[in-house]
């Protein structure tokens, strides 16, 4: 049998200066940041994935998409000031938009995101109520 490598875990490294503006700019807006963290719970994803930067494909590329779709279709923000809370272009907000929406088309990934909606929109509603 080989050696057994133990890897560090990522929760122990500490947050470069860029990661934490990110987090820090997501968190002032504290409606988006409760959303961020609802998907990133519900997809397995950490919020600190979702709003890392550069390019990502595949699980967190999309989680990424729904975070910035529901933050623009729920909370009404524009898309410029969603690429703010990303770190992210205009354009690259109108492509997460986009592909969400073309997704929404499957069944499945549908009802993942209404389930989503209908859990904040009653979180609003309590909110607002108080």
Known sequence: MGEVTIFPSRALRHLGPQSRARIERLR???????????????????????????????????SRRMAMYLIHTLLGRT???????????????HYAIKTVEMFRDDPVFDLAVAQ?????????RLHDAA
Not at 87 to 92: E, L, P
């Open 116 to 124: 989503i909606e209908a859990e904040f929109r009653a979180l609003m």
């Open 79 to 93: 898309q410029e000031e969603v690429g703010a809370l990303f770190c992210r272009t205009h354009g690259t907000v």
């Open 28 to 62: 002032r807006d504290h409606q988006a940041f409760a959303l961020v963290q609802r998907v990133a719970e519900i997809r397995s994803d950490s919020v600190r994935a979702l709003i890392a930067g550069g390019p990502s494909r595949g699980h967190v590329g999309l």
